[in-house]
């Protein structure tokens, strides 16, 4: 399938945003190792890839779809764990916008949560004047990104 600006643009706003989370790595987010383009040789297109860590683990909705039923003193430390994850995202400026079940992966090593898949996050910017944050303008944050029962709804779209 052929990639077109909308793809462009969402690999290039995750590349920023990993690029970003890389200068100072935040514990519980999947660790960014670089990008690059790649030729598939039968077309002249181009693909974008982004290599991440591997998570030995599986991610927390194939757990839950096995049947486990982790202890609350489990979930309680994934969910601090997640939590101060996110935290510190918010802190540099950047909302992730797609957590869910098969975004955390949960690590075979040392049981912890770690955050995947930045390909719907969004870098804010405070405004000129005020001091609320405002979402930076990109053609990515106006698409219709994510999966449909997950992704947030935008009243000035249309969606299928």
């Not at 049947?67 to 101060?84: C, D, F, V």
Request: glycine fraction near 8%; aromatic fraction near 6%; charged fraction near 25%.
């Amino acid at each position: 399938m052929p990639c077109d600006d909308e793809d462009v643009a969402c690999f290039e706003q995750e590349v920023a945003v990993h690029l970003a989370c890389a200068e100072r790595p935040i514990d519980g987010l999947v660790k960014f190792i670089g990008y690059g383009f790649i030729e598939d040789g039968r077309t002249p297109e181009v693909r974008g890839f982004i290599a991440m860590e591997l998570v030995e683990g599986d991610d927390l909705r194939r757990v839950l779809l096995r049947g486990a039923k982790p202890s609350y003193a489990r979930i309680a430390t994934w969910a601090r764990q997640l939590a101060s994850t996110l935290d510190e995202l918010h802190v540099r400026g950047i909302v992730h916008r797609d957590v869910k079940a098969s975004n955390i992966m949960l690590s075979k090593s040392d049981d912890s949560a770690v955050l995947i898949d930045l390909g719907l996050a969004v870098r804010l910017q405070a405004p000129e004047q005020g001091t609320a944050l405002a979402a930076v303008t990109s053609y990515q944050s106006e698409l219709r990104c994510g999966v449909p029962g997950y992704r947030a709804r935008n009243p000035n779209l249309t969606y299928p």
